[in-house]
């Protein structure tokens, strides 16, 4: 979760509810370590991050050090948790707080990475919202709305499983985008694929007709 989720009611909930969580910190956080409260950032401080680890963060490579604390909320001091430090990724280290269990190093390389994954979460809303538009559509009901939500999540898996498979299909699709960078300095190909589609959609100028069979019902009334 984002640091917008950094917050005491969120911490109390996802306690009752039994689940796990991962929460980016803000620097105006308290935690209480060894029995004494202290402020997030400073807290932070006292680990340098013995652990290297090398990730891509939206098409970026980094090379991260990290680094673990146990620690408590002052709202939940029954609750053992990690705060996570991050150094390598902006100037100020991030730092992570979490409910799972630490036994060693890979623990903390789940963490980290299951927080990066938001990231690439985001890059899928930002995909239904440039490519599909999906903030100007509007529909005469919600239902409506629902039925083309589901169509465009089924378009952007198909999609996703296309570019997986990278047949022959794929690299038409890709083609057909007229790319102003080069394929190989790409790493994130759905945004290529689905206009790739629109252009070949594009020159398309009778519908699904001769695709599908379409039913004419006559226009004369019958009594039967």
């Given amino acids: 979760m984002d640091r917008g989720y950094d917050r005491n009611t969120i911490y109390e909930y996802v306690q009752n509810i039994g689940h796990h969580f991962v929460t980016r ?3 105006n956080r308290y935690l209480i370590h060894k029995n004494r409260r202290i ?4 807290l932070a ?8 680890f090398k990730t891509e ?12 604390i146990k620690v ?3 709202v939940l001091q029954d609750m053992p948790l990690n705060m996570v430090v991050v150094y390598g990724y902006g100037e100020k280290p991030m730092k992570l707080l979490t409910n799972h269990s630490i036994k060693g190093k890979d623990d903390v390389l789940r963490i980290l990475k299951s927080y990066i994954t938001r990231w690439r979460i985001e890059e899928l809303f930002r995909v239904q919202k440039e490519e ?14 629902r039925i083309l939500y589901t169509i465009m999540n089924c378009l ?20 057909r985008a007229r790319p102003s960078n080069n394929l190989k300095k790409i790493k994130f190909y759905l945004y290529r694929f689905i206009r790739g589609v629109s252009r070949i959609l594009s020159f398309d100028t009778v519908g699904i007709k001769y695709f599908h069979k379409i039913e004419r019902r006559s226009n004369q009334l019958s009594l039967l």
């Fill in 39 to 42: 402020k997030v950032p400073d």
């Fill in 72 to 74: 408590k909320l002052p």
């Fill in 45 to 52: 401080k006292r680990r340098k991050g013995k652990i290297n």
């Fill in 25 to 27: 910190l803000n620097d």
């Fill in 132 to 145: 599909f538009q999906l903030e100007k559509t509007r529909t005469m009901t919600l239902s409506s709305l």
């Fill in 57 to 68: 963060i939206q098409g970026k490579e980094y090379s991260l050090k990290v680094s673990h």
């Fill in 156 to 175: 952007i898996g198909h999609y996703s499983l296309a570019i997986e498979k990278n047949t022959y299909h794929t690299q038409v699709v890709l083609a």
